[in-house]
């Protein structure tokens, strides 16, 4: 009886530890869902953007492309180029910092996904490195009135 007990607790902490370990791998950031909602009539992200972490952004739209390039605050050798998608109410792109090996500075680049406010005049999303557009960190912007 005691070696029933036993392969039954044995096998409930086996359960237990494999669930706590599935439940840990991969796991992303918590946050809004990343899933395209209803399209903003009347889009058009071109133009001067700021973003407090990335800093000024200047988008050109044609249709759902979105092309563009951001002066980095950390300095000219941090600029880079973006190039991306509308779906719905979310802007896909890809960034890409090409470095500067005068200031052993390397490329690096990597994707981020935006939720467009409805109004067209703000972004607020999360960038990754590579294939990744979540694990970075958060990435906002607003539209320049001017």
């Known amino acids: 009886m005691s070696s029933r007990i036993l392969k039954m607790a044995l096998a409930s902490v086996l359960t237990l530890g494999a669930v ?8 992303q950031p918590q946050g ?6 209803p399209a903003i009539a009347g889009l058009n992200l071109s133009g001067r953007w700021y973003s407090q972490d990335f800093g000024d ?4 739209q044609t249709g759902p492309k979105v092309m563009g390039k951001y002066e980095h605050p ?3 050798e941090h600029n880079g180029t973006i190039r991306g998608d509308v779906t719905g109410d979310l802007l896909r792109i890809e ?7 005068a200031a052993a500075v390397f490329p690096i680049r990597g994707r981020a996904v935006f939720r467009i406010s ?16 979540l694990a970075g960190g ?9």
């Open 138 to 146: 958060t990435w906002k912007a607003e539209k320049s009135k001017y």
């Open 32 to 37: 809004p869902s990343w899933e395209p909602g």
């Open 20 to 27: 706590a370990v599935g439940g840990c791998g991969g796991a």
């Open 118 to 133: 409805k109004d067209g005049t703000k972004i607020d999303g999360r960038w990754g490195y590579d294939e990744d557009e």
């Open 74 to 76: 950390r300095g000219p």
């Open 95 to 101: 960034w890409i910092q090409p470095g500067d090996s």
């Open 57 to 60: 952004m200047e988008l050109n």
